[in-house]
């Protein structure tokens, strides 16, 4: 309610002042914007190896799981009830280092993607001084692709 107001509001100054307004979409930015795209790459190269690990640890999951069904019938009592404490050590531990991978994933594509918006807004700030603008948004709820300069400022970022 209170964006709707403030977005009327800044159309009705808009009108009466003939301001200049942009929007750049931030969504479009983290998509497709070069550094966006390399961090991102940096990421799935920098967590590769631990997803290497959690796969191997799955195979093994999996594995025991079979072999457990398979052979199941014929192992003794204790054989069996160990295979089947270590399936659980092993799905255990499977699930706390995806969680742990998850997080840390998140908490680092935060930081690279806070970079990125850094970078993007230093751009935006220089076009909107270079072209005069008088309000560029980022965030809106309906904007007309009259008004839209995401594709300036990820030609911008792309030539750094």
């Known amino acids: 309610m209170v964006c709707a107001v403030l977005l009327l509001c800044t159309a009705a100054w808009a009108q009466a002042n003939d301001a200049k307004i942009g929007f750049v979409s931030t969504?479009?930015?983290?998509?497709?914007?070069?550094?966006?795209?390399?961090?991102?790459?940096?990421?799935?190269?920098?967590?590769?190896?631990?997803?290497?690990?959690?796969?191997?640890?799955?195979?093994?999951?999996?594995?025991?799981?079979?072999?457990?069904?398979k052979e199941g019938v014929t192992l003794s009592e204790s054989d069996r009830r160990n295979k089947e404490q270590e399936l659980a050590r092993l799905n255990r531990d499977l699930q706390r280092m995806q969680r742990e991978l998850r997080e840390d994933l998140n908490l680092r594509k935060n930081e690279e993607l806070a970079q990125v918006l850094e970078r993007a807004n230093k751009v935006i700030q220089q076009i909107a001084e270079a072209e005069k603008f008088d309000l560029i948004l980022q965030e809106a709820v309906y904007r007309s692709p009259r008004i839209d300069i995401t594709d300036k400022v990820l030609k911008a970022l792309a030539d750094k």
């Open 27 to 69: 969504e479009r930015l983290f998509r497709e914007a070069a550094p966006a795209v390399r961090a991102l790459k940096k990421l799935e190269k920098e967590f590769a190896p631990r997803d290497a690990e959690l796969q191997k640890l799955a195979r093994q999951a999996k594995d025991l799981q079979s072999q457990l069904e």
